[in-house]
């Protein structure tokens, strides 16, 4: 039985004798299965505890470089400084670039420059281009993990993703949008993204597509894309709801507020709403029955599970293994300041 300790610590450790753990060693015989399980249940606690030790004051650098929208940055943001000090025994510093708009190009300078300087690790949420794969290819390469957030890159080397399976998120908006309508005939959804650019966006809208077609072929699902030209893009939202009606709106994107504020000013208010992300403005709007399903993931478990693999990296050890289908969690208005807020389904 392979080992790396002394025979006296693993006997305390297992709460036996020495004499009966060098049997158990070294396979004498004459040893309970119970016994044998105690001594191998020990070696596996004494090396969980070598690691704590080995991270014991160690300073971890990480990088997080994200594109979203104003408000998914706040809430992120928050995240970290709730779940930063709890991140021990190792001392997490991260260097945060946050952008509400992050060009291709400067987030391909950003990864330069932490390749060259060097990190211990990066949290990366971009849109899908290559110039952004190859550096993610080249920091895995230089033992630099890459752990993508929210939306992946997952043609690429990264060490892992955190966040929804986004196809999912997408169906399951769906399921319930078809709930909602019920027998309404011919439904009017209007779909909306922030950026056609980000593949966690694109996979929502396909798994929201692809059911809808499945549960309601008579809808008529009409997608819109913010972009960079926000009034364009109200101004063809509220064109929409007024000519064809909006029986569901399915937001993907954000801009909730925004949209909202541009329907009332039409006397418009769609039969259903259903948005993603728990961030300041869309409780606000759940607080008030705006929305009327919001599909999130805990921005604090994804930022601890991004930082333990991020640790696992440089131990050497096998992270946890996630389920994305655990990450996804919903609110209603009436689940507002309940425990049940936290339950995934």
């Given at each position: 039985m392979a080992h790396r300790f002394l025979i006296k610590d693993i006997a305390l450790q297992a709460g036996l004798g020495q004499a009966t753990v060098d049997?158990?060693?070294?396979?004498?015989?004459?040893v309970r299965q119970q016994t044998i399980d105690r001594v191998q249940q020990a070696i596996v606690a004494l090396e969980d505890q070598r690691q704590q030790l080995a991270m014991t004051g160690r300073k971890i650098l990480v990088?997080?470089?994200?594109?979203?929208?104003?408000t998914f940055l706040y809430a992120l943001d928050l995240a970290c400084k709730e779940e930063l000090p709890l991140m021990r025994p190792a001392v997490i510093r991260l260097r945060s670039d946050l952008r509400s708009r992050f060009p291709i190009?400067?987030?391909?300078?950003?990864l330069s420059q932490i390749l060259r300087r060097g990190s211990d690790g990066v949290i990366l949420m971009s849109p899908v281009a290559d110039r952004v794969k190859e550096m993610v290819n080249r920091l895995e390469a230089a033992n630099i993990p890459v752990v993508t957030l929210a939306t992946d890159l997952e043609d690429t080397d990264r060490t892992a993703y955190i966040g929804l399976d986004n196809i999912r998120a997408g169906e399951t908006a769906a399921w319930f949008t078809h709930q909602w309508l019920g027998a309404r005939p011919t439904p009017s959804i209007v779909m909306t993204l922030r950026n056609n650019r980000f593949k966690g966006e694109l996979e929502r809208a396909k798994g929201f597509q692809d059911t809808m077609t499945k549960q309601r072929p008579d809808a008529r699902v009409l997608t819109l894309t913010e972009g960079r030209d926000r009034p364009h893009f109200l101004e063809s939202l509220q064109e929409v709801a007024t000519k064809k009606g909006l029986d569901a709106l399915y937001s993907i994107g954000g801009s909730n507020i925004s949209m909202k504020s541009a329907l009332k000013a039409h006397g418009i208010s769609p039969g259903v709403f259903v948005a993603h992300d728990l961030d300041p403005d869309n409780k606000s709007l759940l607080e008030a029955g705006e929305i009327d399903l919001l599909l999130y993931h805990d921005f604090r478990e994804d930022m601890r599970n991004a930082w333990r693999i991020i640790l696992s990296n440089h131990l050497g050890t096998k992270p946890t293994e996630l389920s994305l289908d655990q990450s996804m969690r919903i609110?209603?208005?009436?689940?507002?300041?309940r425990r049940a807020t936290e339950a995934p389904i």
């Open positions: 049997r158990v060693l070294n396979r004498r015989g004459n990088d997080l470089v994200v594109e979203a929208p104003q190009d400067e987030i391909e300078k950003q609110l209603v208005p009436p689940m507002l300041g």
